[in-house]
Nanobody, 129 residues
Framework: QVQLVESGGGLVQAGGSLRLSCAAS????????MGWFRRAPGKERDVVGV????????YYADSVKGRFTISRDNAKNTVYLQMNSLKAEDTAVYYC??????????????????????WGQGTQVTVSS
């Protein structure tokens, strides 16, 4: 069984930065992509960004473009989310997720939660204004 463990959430003032980490462990697995999602109070779980594991190609939601950066360390099976210029509306529980399905390596990155197989427990990010 594959497990994802997130860390790095917390309370930060608007304009500040946080870095989230997500480490994957468990039985041998393949990874097509890893994504970060978030759920704000009263809202659905939405994509923040996704990274293709083989090439590092990334996708970002419009709301975070230019402020958030996803990166990965293949050797550590870890994905990161660097969040800069945080806003109050970034307040949410952040989840990492793994897309381990046998996909064509050239296929598009998935941005909907139901395309992901394994989820972390979530970490709270609160941005005070």
């Amino acid at each position: 069984q594959v497990q994802l463990v997130e860390s790095g959430g917390g309370l930060v003032q608007a304009g500040g930065s946080l870095r989230l980490s997500c480490a994957a462990s468990g039985r041998p697995f393949s990874t097509f992509a890893m994504g970060w999602f978030r759920r704000a109070p009263g809202k659905e779980r939405d994509v923040v960004g996704v990274i293709r594991w083989s090439t590092g190609y990334t996708y970002y939601a419009d709301s975070v473009k230019g402020r958030f950066t996803i990166s990965r360390d293949n050797a550590k099976n870890t994905v990161y989310l660097q969040m800069n210029s945080l806003k109050a509306e970034d307040t949410a529980v952040y989840y990492c997720a793994l897309d381990g399905r046998p996909r064509n390596p050239l296929s598009a990155l998935r941005t909907t939660p139901n395309e992901y197989d394994v989820w972390g427990q979530g970490t709270q990010v609160t941005v005070s204004s």
